[in-house]
């Protein structure tokens, strides 16, 4: 189901540029939209990973680089990964003080994890077990690839809609700047950004919760977790791209109006009830 899922956001991705290059620039647009719809789909799915973790910020975590940090995580993460069959990703930090995190990658071979600083901070070990194992539960379950392809094309969609702000279309008659296709672009894309970051299945959250709470040995730990940065993302805001607030294992509170059009997690609340309910039995 994913690798349909990645398919059909590429294709989309290749459908849009098409259009978009056509209305911006007749047939010449189209086929500098076809190059760009070959680039971003090879761009998409081998640096995709890449992308996330610039656009966040986040800092290499290894043996070597913020050792402090690597041995506080690398612990848990190797043995959830035994646990779970599941080779060692790439762990990262992300300088932020909002407790939150994210996976991504391709495939469980080329994955990584990112932390924030406040996450560190604010949990405990058994809550960060949690949190970590609900990230490698999206990488057992294959859920990466798909957002972090899904992130790529959301910023490429929202920057063309910029671009068109600023330059416009063009009329065929003429080839003069056409204002209104530019202004009909601008409101058009977010919103097809926000349709792709819909498709993102909700379930998957529930798939990785379940997953963190199977190979823990108990939803406990992700139960305050998930508790705790439910309270602490709302009181200390994140500075996150709309297009990528969808990786992580809660909703960024950045106060951004566009960001409700990204949203694709379910309630908290909700989230809580199911682990409660798989504890219980």
Known sequence: ????????????????????GHALGGQRGMTMGLILAVGMNFFSYFFSEKMALMSSGAVRVSETENQEIY??????????????????PRLWVIPEDAPNAFATGR????SSVAVTAGLLRLMDDRELEGVIAHELGHIRNRD?????????IGAAITYAAYMAMFFGGRRDDDDAPNPLVGLLMMILAPLAAGLIQ???????????????????????????ALGKLE??????????????????????????????LFSTHPATEERIARLEALGAQ
Request: hydrophobic share 45%.
């Open 1 to 20: 189901m994913n690798s349909l899922k990645t398919v059909l956001l590429l294709g989309l991705l290749s459908g849009l540029l098409l259009v978009g």
């Open 71 to 88: 041995w506080r995580i690398a612990p848990t993460v190797k043995s959830l990964c035994e646990r779970m069959g599941l080779p060692m």
């Open 107 to 110: 495939n469980p071979g080329h």
């Open 144 to 152: 990466i690839l798909v957002s972090s392809i899904a992130a790529t």
């Open 198 to 224: 819909m498709a993102i299945s909700r379930t998957r959250e529930y798939g990785a919760d379940a997953a963190a709470a199977k190979f823990t040995g108990s939803p406990r730990g992700l139960i305050s």
């Open 231 to 260: 309270s602490w993302s709302r009181r200390i805001p994140m500075d996150v791209n709309p297009s990528m607030s969808h990786m992580y294992i809660i909703k960024p509170f950045s106060g951004q109006s566009m960001a409700r």
